[in-house]
């Protein structure tokens, strides 16, 4: 059975830095895609940042420069580092997987993945 558990999630005030994480049984897939995703109340789920299986990232333009994903050597953990946080920041965020080797230019969409977390709220303060 797929786990993605997120944590890290709190509350922080505009340019305060969070790292969230999410712990995988993911680590047995060879061709894995891993991503983390965002939403609002009353809007559409957005693609963040996107891992492929060879390591090759890629981050919606509104985070570009600010938000780092990786994983840990045993790719049991996907995380995202967020600096320089903004109010428009604040969403609900979720970790997805999918064991399935993915093209680098689907990373953001969320049909792209199969499993999904339960999320971790992350609120920015002005």
């Known amino acids: 059975q797929v786990q993605l558990v997120e944590s890290g999630g709190g509350s922080v005030q505009a340019g305060g830095s969070l790292r969230l994480s999410c712990a995988t049984s993911?680590?047995?897939?060879?061709?894995?895609?891993m991503g983390w995703f965002r939403q609002v109340p009353g809007k559409e789920r957005e693609g963040v940042a996107g891992i492929d299986s060879d390591g090759f990232t890629l981050y919606a333009d509104s985070v570009r420069g600010r938000f780092t994903i990786s994983q840990d050597n045993a790719k049991k953990s996907l995380n995202l580092e967020m600096n320089s946080l903004k109010p428009e920041d604040t969403a609900m965020y979720y970790c997805?997987?999918?064991?399935?080797?993915?093209?680098?230019?689907?990373?953001?969409?969320?049909?792209?993945?199969?499993?999904w977390g339960q999320g971790t709220q992350v609120t920015v303060s002005s």
């Open positions: 993911t680590y047995t897939w060879s061709k894995a895609c």
């Open positions: 997805a997987a999918d064991p399935r080797r993915c093209a680098w230019a689907s990373l953001l969409r969320g049909t792209t993945y199969t499993y």
